[in-house]
T-cell receptor, first 116, second 115 residues
Framework: DTGVSQDPRHKITKRGQNVTFRCDPI?????LYWYRQTLGQGPEFLTY????????KSRLLSDRFSAERPKGSFSTLEIQRTEQGDSAMYLC??????????????FGPGTRLTVT | GDSVTQMEGPVTLSEEAFLTINCTYT??????LFWYVQYPGEGLQLLLK?????DKGSNKGFEATYRKETTSFHLEKGSVQVSDSAVYFC??????????????FGQGTILTVHP
């Protein structure tokens, strides 16, 4: 297994355009998380899935953001009508949620979004 | 809600110097605590963890002790190397309910080690 992968690694877009990011988790991981990291800050939670169900969305996730995880495998994060404030690194992580204990999250390399 | 506070950075050290990066937290209950590291151009990696009070997590020469009485989890290394240059994040997972496992991170501390 090669770990969590994200595509693209970099995206430059003009304000008002829509963008979509993809995350491929480690196979057999049933949980998938999205975080956003701005310069000089730690990652902030956006949303997460257990299998195909989206269980929580942060208040950071405005109506312009939508995430899906069809069939409980890869996930996409779409941002509509991008704004300059959306410029950030978008991180994906996956884990296996078993019975008891803490499920370690494995992070992908991130997608860096720049909105001009 | 849960929060994590890290010492202000960046931190610049010479090789073989002693490192401390402070981390304090606010949380309900007694969560696990983590240190993640982000090397240049790479994704976040779990460096070490502690799951209960007085536990000491260790990895790659780094150590951190879970101090319930001071709500702290300071990261230490006795002799840093140039290859330790990275950004370090203290983090704690949400301990219950539907948010179980969601991580709350500190703001990160940039460490630069010079030869």
């Amino acid at each position: 297994d090669t770990g969590v992968s994200q595509d693209p690694r970099h995206k430059i877009t003009k304000r008002g355009q829509n963008v979509t990011f993809r995350c491929d988790p480690i196979s057999e991981h049933n949980r998938l998380y999205w975080y956003r990291q701005t310069l000089g800050q730690g990652p902030e939670f956006l949303t997460y899935f257990q299998n195909e169900a989206q269980l929580e969305k942060s208040r950071l996730l405005s109506d312009r953001f939508s995430a899906e995880r069809p069939k409980g495998s890869f996930s996409t994060l779409e941002i509509q009508r991008t704004e300059q404030g959306d410029s950030a690194m978008y991180l994906c992580a996956s884990s296996f949620r078993g019975v008891g204990g803490y499920d370690e999250q494995y992070f992908g390399p991130g997608t860096r979004l720049t909105v001009t | 809600g849960d929060s994590v506070t890290q010492m202000e950075g960046p931190v610049t050290l010479s090789e073989e110097a002693f490192l401390t990066i402070n981390c304090t937290y606010t949380a309900t209950g007694y969560p696990s605590l983590f240190w993640y590291v982000q090397y240049p151009g790479e994704g976040l990696q779990l460096l070490l963890k502690a799951t209960k009070a007085d536990d000491k997590g260790s990895n790659k020469g780094f150590e951190a002790t879970y101090r319930k009485e001071t709500t702290s989890f300071h990261l230490e290394k006795g002799s840093v190397q140039v290859s330790d240059s990275a950004v370090y994040f203290c983090a704690l997972p949400n301990a219950g309910g539907t948010s179980y496992g969601k991580l709350t991170f500190g703001q990160g501390t940039i460490l630069t080690v010079h030869p």
